[in-house]
């Protein structure tokens, strides 16, 4: 029998957002399998498919930036050691400044922002010396980068409270049209990205495997163990569905009118329609690959 230790249940428990002893069971019910103890807990109706164990997060700030012309925008995330220092004016205009650079020099990587010079310094020089005034150890965790080179605009929005979640979000349009009438829009597409917080754009960019997943998740169902496999299909089938249409940017209910759908409000006139064609969702401390090696004490 896999011993399962209390990191392993603790790790689950932050992932699923089950009880302590749910996640016990199910990893041991799953031979210490992780992947197959959340997929038992969401079989059971414990765990949800939108708990993510990155919510734990650390300290810092997501911070944006956007052109004057709203077709180019930067976003980063800087980490910090507390919540003090997150709060701090100095470390929130570092933050700033760091993602006035990544707009300037179109940084994409935060190794390739970390090569760029201000003044007589590397950016990761930069963030050396912020480690040694301040005095707490700062991570520069990510920076993207998006453009509009066409009609279009590109969307921004940093949460207010604490500066901990933000989006990008670039959208095309068929014909060239105002920045004062597209900017609201953009604003509010990125602010419903934030809210609702999509994977995909639309269901082309759903993976095959990960259809597949859930349909072999809902089939274990306890629910629909004695249902005739024609009713058990079609009831799989309109789960799915259901699961990957929320999980949409254009299908999911626009967070401010939610008789709405994202794609309707899109079509902004008979003759003016906007489409996405990327998006950067920023939720402080949430990255699932481990960040290249930014640490400003090293």
């Given amino acids: 029998m896999v011993e399962i230790s209390a990191s392993m249940v603790k790790e689950l428990r932050e992932k699923s957002g089950a009880a302590m002893m749910d996640c016990k069971k199910a ?9 197959k103890a959340f997929e038992w807990l969401r079989q059971k109706g414990i765990a949800q498919a939108s ?6 997060a650390s300290e810092g700030l997501v911070v944006g930036k956007l052109s004057p012309d709203g077709k180019r925008a930067a976003i980063i995330e800087l980490n910090c050691e507390t919540d003090f220092v997150a709060r701090n004016e100095q470390f929130q205009s570092f933050a700033n400044r760091l993602a006035e650079l990544a707009l300037e020099h179109k940084s994409t990587t935060v190794e390739s922002l970390f090569e760029q010079k ?13 480690v040694s ?5 700062l991570v520069l965790r990510r920076v993207d980068y998006v453009e509009v080179t066409g009609p279009g605009l590109i969307g921004l929005y940093i949460h207010s409270v604490g500066g901990k979640l933000g989006a990008v979000v670039a959208l095309e349009a068929n014909r060239e049209a105002p920045i004062e009438e597209l900017n609201p829009i953009a604003r509010d597409i990125a602010m ?25 998740i809902e089939s274990g169902k306890e629910d629909l163990a004695k249902k005739p496999p024609e009713i058990r299909e079609k009831i799989v089938t309109g789960r799915v569905d259901k699961i990957i249409g929320e999980r949409v940017l254009v299908e999911q209910d626009f967070v401010k009118d939610p008789s709405k759908k994202i ?5 902004v ?3 003016l329609e906007l489409k996405p064609t990327s998006f950067k969702l920023y939720i402080l401390g ?3 690959e481990t960040p290249a090696e930014t640490n400003g004490g090293n």
């Avoid at 005034?133 to 150890?137: D, K, M, V, Y």
């Fill in 192 to 216: 419903h990205i934030v809210s609702s917080k999509p994977q995909f754009i639309d269901r082309s960019e759903v993976p095959a495997e990960t259809i597949e997943n859930e349909r072999r």
């Fill in 51 to 56: 708990k993510k164990a990155s919510r734990a």
């Fill in 263 to 267: 794609g309707q409000v899109l079509k």
């Fill in 27 to 35: 990893l041991v019910e799953s031979e210490g399998d992780f992947e």
């Fill in 286 to 288: 949430a990255q699932e």
């Fill in 133 to 137: 005034t301040i005095g707490e150890n």
């Fill in 118 to 130: 201000h003044e007589t310094s590397t950016v990761k020089e930069l963030l050396t010396e912020q």
């Fill in 269 to 271: 006139k008979n003759d």
